[in-house]
T-cell receptor, first 117, second 116 residues
Framework: SQQGEEDPQALSIQEGENATMNCSYK?????LQWYRKNSGRGLVHLIL?????REKHSGRLRVTLDTSKKSSSLLITASRAADTASYFC?????????????????FGQGTILTVHP | GAVVSQHPSRVICKSGTSVKIECRSL??????MFWYRQFPKQSLMLMAT?????????EQGVEKDKFLINHASLTLSTLTVTSAHPEDSSFYIC????????????FGPGTRLTVT
């Protein structure tokens, strides 16, 4: 499987329900980020959780990180129809090329979330 | 704030021609810009990282002579696909950040390239 692999690939829920998406990765990371993409628009950064953090909240979003299991979850509480989008996790880790170190984001394939009104 | 634009949004070109894609950070100065490519049903793959005023760092397997990147200013980076072939048809996405180490990235809407 790829670095930053999301599960499930698609999720369909009713408005008001909670949506949980999971992400697994393979290598060590500095941080893990979640992004959302609406149709016709670019990726939007949602939340960043550092490798030394276990949980982070932002509004209706709750992200957990378990570095021992190399996994993360994104929980959207009280979902709304406007939350319908694709959600991607991305791991941020060190990369090195030609003696230059830089942070490299590696994306998963995403989870398509559909929230029905 | 933190808006990144790309131009064009779609381009169709003939095999053998070159195509330039622009990426602009509209309301902030981007020290670092990233170029990604996404093939159908696959995840975004980083192609290269560029810092303003210096040469781009390319990911393994990405030909630097084919994908020319110019990051001439803190608000503009260009990706030129030279001598395009049908297999270069893809969705190209840029992002911009305040630095190259673990900063939040702001993504452009992407450019759909079709090479006939």
């Amino acid at each position: 499987s790829q670095q930053g692999e999301e599960d499930p690939q698609a999720l369909s829920i009713q408005e008001g329900e909670n949506a949980t998406m999971n992400c697994s990765y393979k290598t060590s990371i500095n941080n893990l980020q979640w992004y959302r993409k609406n149709s016709g628009r670019g990726l939007v950064h949602l939340i960043l959780i550092r490798s030394n953090e276990r949980e982070k909240h932002s509004g209706r979003l709750r992200v957990t990180l378990d570095t021992s299991k190399k996994s993360s979850s994104l929980l959207i509480t009280a979902s709304r129809a406007a939350d319908t989008a694709s959600y991607f996790c991305a791991t941020d880790s060190f990369a090195n090329a030609g003696g230059t170190s830089y942070g490299k984001l590696t994306f998963g394939q995403g989870t398509i979330l559909t929230v029905h009104p | 704030g933190a808006v990144v634009s790309q131009h064009p949004s779609r381009v169709i070109c003939k095999s053998g021609t070159s195509v330039k894609i622009e990426c602009r950070s509209l309301d902030f100065q981007a020290t670092t810009m990233f170029w990604y490519r996404q093939f159908p049903k696959q995840s975004l793959m980083l192609m290269a990282t560029s810092n303003e005023g210096s040469k781009a760092t390319y990911e393994q397997g990405v030909e630097k002579d084919k994908f020319l990147i110019n990051h001439a200013s803190l608000t503009l980076s260009t990706l030129t696909v030279t001598s395009a072939h049908p297999e270069d048809s893809s969705f190209y996405i840029c992002s911009a950040s305040l630095g190259d180490l673990f900063y939040e990235q702001y993504f452009g809407p992407g450019t759909r390239l079709t090479v006939t």
